[in-house]
């Protein structure tokens, strides 16, 4: 019997953009919190949380993009035809916002204000444009002949909109419970009183979803509330809503800091499984599967031998990296 060279290649890349939105999520989510924290100091120990790490984050967003191209070069070529505006938004929004964080540190008093709104539009452009794109990629795609055949436009819904929306608090949570567990004082209190509601405007948000997606796209209902499958698929709902009462009562202690940080994790976990359960087989929404779009088995072997190389070495300098620089982030020490 033979390896599934197709699925093999699905969960690595499904694990790549996993790890990204889990990492590059509470970076992009400080600069959603810039216009929350008007401090000086404050900001500075906001973005010195994620100055050894950030860089590091986006790796995953390179793998998942190389990983596509090379498993699945019938879905890249969609994607991008479909996508292109919003990916070359999210692409200027990262370059605009790294190119802030470096020149921020560095420019006189009287330009950092500038560099300072730099990092926050660019976070949110790039935010914005991710889920604008996961809204499209939910959609689904019109194919013809195995090319994308629909308008430049057509990822511009009221859905996709949404769920650009949607990451933006996404990311603010994960922004918020991580300044929490990498801050302390007034700062954290701060984030503390401003993650409660974020978390609750999440729950309210992931519902919604979760209603639209079915009413929208029949496939999907016809998945979710079939048996046995409600039966797998109900415990998603409830996770979610355990995790959310579970941040907002960690909130509220004094001395848990990581717990509201790991659960929004978890939160966040849950509504992407969700996601990958309501797609499941297809890569290319609404009917084109892993196995369909798939490379030939020569080239997906040649290149998962690389893939298998390089993960674990990702993996390794990543958990070195938070390892090196855990703890607590203080007012004048940091990045320079």
Request: net charge neutral.
């Amino acid at each position: 019997m033979g390896i599934d060279l197709p699925l093999l290649w699905a969960i690595i890349i499904g694990f790549g953009l996993m790890m990204y939105v889990i990492m590059d999520g509470f970076d992009l989510g400080i600069g959603i919190l810039f216009p929350f924290v008007r401090d000086r100091d404050d900001r500075d120990v906001m973005v010195n949380s994620v100055a050894p790490v950030w860089d590091g984050n986006e790796t995953w967003l390179v793998l998942g993009g190389a990983a596509l191209l090379a498993a699945f070069p019938l879905a890249y070529a969609i994607i991008l035809s479909a996508l292109y505006l919003p990916l070359m938004l999210m692409l200027a929004g990262l370059i605009w916002r790294g190119v802030a964080f470096e020149f921020r540190f560095k420019a006189d008093e009287g330009h950092k204000p500038f560099w300072d709104k730099a990092f926050m539009w660019g976070s949110y452009i790039a935010t914005f444009s991710q889920g604008v794109a996961l809204g499209a990629f939910i959609n689904g795609f019109k194919v013809e002949n195995g090319a994308y055949a629909g308008g430049f436009f057509d990822w511009l819904t009221p859905f996709s909109l949404f769920t650009g929306f949607a990451l933006l608090v996404s990311y603010a949570l994960l922004g918020s419970t991580w300044l929490v567990m990498k801050t302390e004082g007034p700062l954290q209190q701060r984030m503390k009183d401003l993650a409660k509601p974020v978390t609750l405007v999440l729950l309210g948000i992931i519902a919604v979803v979760s209603l639209w997606t079915p009413f929208a796209h029949p496939v999907v209902a016809q998945r979710w509330f079939s048996m046995p499958n409600l039966v797998f698929f109900a415990p998603v709902p409830i996770f979610v809503a355990l995790a959310t009462f579970a941040i907002i009562k960690t909130l509220q202690r004094e001395t848990v800091h990581a717990a509201p940080f790991l659960l929004a994790l978890f939160m966040l976990f849950m509504g992407y499984s969700g996601l990958a359960i309501s797609l499941w087989p297809n890569i290319i929404p609404p009917d084109i599967s892993i196995w369909s779009a798939a490379s030939p088995p020569q080239s997906m072997g040649f290149t998962l031998v690389g893939a298998l190389f390089i993960i674990p070495f990702i993996l390794a300098y990543t958990a070195w990296s938070y390892y090196v620089f855990r703890g607590k982030v203080k007012v004048g020490e940091g990045y320079h």
